[in-house]
């Protein structure tokens, strides 16, 4: 499975602040998802990165809010814009299994946001 | 649609056996199952997919009804290691792995 790294690994920010996530990945991968995961919930999807072009936002999720950039085949970025104590989650970044089968997702180790 | 798992929290001593399902109202390509400790990333334990194939890295063990749209993964001889919240992943097509997750079991193995 592909080695995958975030940063930071968890921040404490003042509401109305942006905070940049960054997910790299030691391995080519097609498909890179951010999601979001409240303390004691599931995991909610919050867009597919696409490489060379706009991500792929789910209900509810807006590019303003969260923009994502993807410039190449193992490194994408999310950004919380504007935040507020409801953003106060933990992020996750996951990644295809392999560039060729991509039979499932492996999953960063998360990003711990507080905001105040 | 999420899928609906159950039960929602399971409490077991060393060495029981449990069972941890998963139900969708859509028809279903395939089903991933994760386990996620305290502060860790969820890891990836099992694929299920249509037409019966199985994978997994685990000595744990899992079915799927593609009829019934349900999924189960059976944790027998449960470890202390067993601990955690486990959650489906459902792909309701073969194009590019978008996995809806379930609102997760949590499971406490005890000595």
């Known amino acids: 499975s592909a080695v995958i790294s975030q940063k930071p690994s968890r921040d404490i920010c003042q509401r109305g602040t942006s905070l940049t996530i960054q997910c790299q990945v030691d391995?080519?991968?097609?498909?890179m998802f951010w999601y979001r995961q409240q303390p004691g919930q599931s995991l909610t999807l919050i867009a597919t990165?696409?490489?060379?072009?706009?991500?792929?936002?789910e209900s509810g999720f807006v590019i303003d809010k969260f923009p994502i950039s993807r410039p190449n085949l193992t490194f994408s970025t999310l950004t919380v814009s504007n935040m507020s104590p409801e953003d106060s989650s933990i992020y996750l970044c996951?990644?295809?299994?392999?560039?060729?089968?991509?039979?499932?997702?492996?999953f960063g180790p998360g990003t711990r946001l507080l905001v105040l | 649609q999420q899928p609906v798992q159950s039960p929602q929290a399971v409490i077991l001593r060393e060495g029981e056996d449990a069972v941890i399902n998963c139900s969708s109202s859509k028809a279903l390509y395939s089903v991933h199952w994760y386990r996620q400790k305290h502060g860790e990333a969820p890891v990836f334990l099992m694929i299920l997919l249509k037409g019966g194939e199985q994978k997994g890295h685990e000595k744990i063990s899992a079915s799927f009804n593609e009829k019934k749209q349900q999924s189960s993964l059976y944790l027998t001889a449960s470890q202390l290691s067993y601990s955690g919240t486990y959650f489906c992943g459902t792909a309701n097509n073969n194009a590019g792995n978008m996995l809806t997750f379930g609102g997760g079991t949590r499971l406490m193995v005890k000595p």
């Open positions: 996951s990644v295809d299994s392999d560039r060729v089968s991509r039979e499932t997702q492996y």
């Open positions: 990165a696409n490489q060379g072009s706009e991500a792929t936002y």
């Open positions: 391995s080519q991968v097609t498909m």
